[in-house]
T-cell receptor, first 114, second 114 residues
Framework: AQKVTQAQTEISVVEKEDVTLDCVYE???????LFWYKQPPSGELVFLIR??????QNEISGRYSWNFQKSTSSFNFTITASQVVDSAVYFC???????????FGTGTRLQVFP | NAGVTQTPKFQVLKTGQSMTLQCAQD?????MSWYRQDPGMGLRLIHY???????DQGEVPNGYNVSRSTTEDFPLRLLSAAPSQTSVYFC?????????????FGQGTRLTVV
């Protein structure tokens, strides 16, 4: 069965700290896609990144970076020099290749204090 | 660009009432789906569709019906609302022909059943 685990329910940091959000996934598919979404207090879901199973390159986008490791089935997300605006719930998701269904983790609530 | 449009944004129902949550997308996406978001449980798939005329059940389908008569629309029907259906509902669409793209989400519908 496919599953996504975000073990960290809630993380609190002070502004400018670095923070890593963990994501572990399970799938038997050889082709799959992983995503991170951000849900700010306003409630909408904001797409951050996707990664396919054949591309293990890490990615950096400004203060955001992602570490994809197939060997440990992990797709972790790091925010460098966090800011108050980063406060949100972050979801990791796995997409079923055949049906496009998204399997979400339970989310990690990040609170960044000034 | 409208993207995915959900209506209404907020709704209060009495137990036993029925209603339809509307979802429309203007991106000609084949895949559409409905999720519900409950505290501590992430987003869970209710129903999904891989094209007009084709629907299937997700993880939590009980109490909900869907139909897909056109590519653009994917309404979600609550037949007899129950307090357990109090939740935030998200509709999503994605392009099945281009799996390396993200799912686009509507703004969400906050439903309260009293």
């Amino acid at each position: 069965a496919q599953k996504v685990t975000q073990a960290q329910t809630e993380i609190s940091v002070v502004e400018k700290e670095d923070v890593t959000l963990d994501c572990v996934y399970e799938t038997r598919d050889t082709t799959y896609y992983l995503f991170w979404y951000k849900q700010p207090p306003s409630g909408e879901l904001v797409f951050l990144i996707r990664r396919n199973s054949f591309d293990e390159q890490n990615e950096i986008s400004g203060r955001y970076s992602w570490n994809f490791q197939k060997s440990t089935s992990s797709f972790n997300f790091t925010i460098t020099a966090s800011q108050v605006v980063d406060s949100a719930v972050y979801f990791c998701a796995l997409r079923d290749y055949n049906t496009d269904k998204l399997i979400f983790g339970t989310g990690t609530r990040l609170q960044v204090f000034p | 660009n409208a993207g995915v449009t959900q209506t209404p944004k907020f709704q209060v129902l009495k137990t036993g009432q029925s209603m339809t949550l509307q979802c429309a997308q203007d991106m000609n996406h084949e895949y559409m789906s409905w999720y519900r978001q409950d505290p501590g449980m992430g987003l869970r798939l209710i129903h999904y569709s891989v094209g007009a005329g084709i629907t299937d059940q997700g993880e939590v389908p009980n109490g909900y019906n869907v139909s897909r008569s056109t590519t653009e629309d994917f309404p979600l029907r609550l037949l007899s609302a129950a307090p357990s259906q109090t939740s935030v509902y998200f509709c999503a669409s994605s392009s099945g022909n281009h799996p390396n793209t993200e799912a686009f989400f509507g703004q969400g519908t906050r439903l309260t059943v009293v």
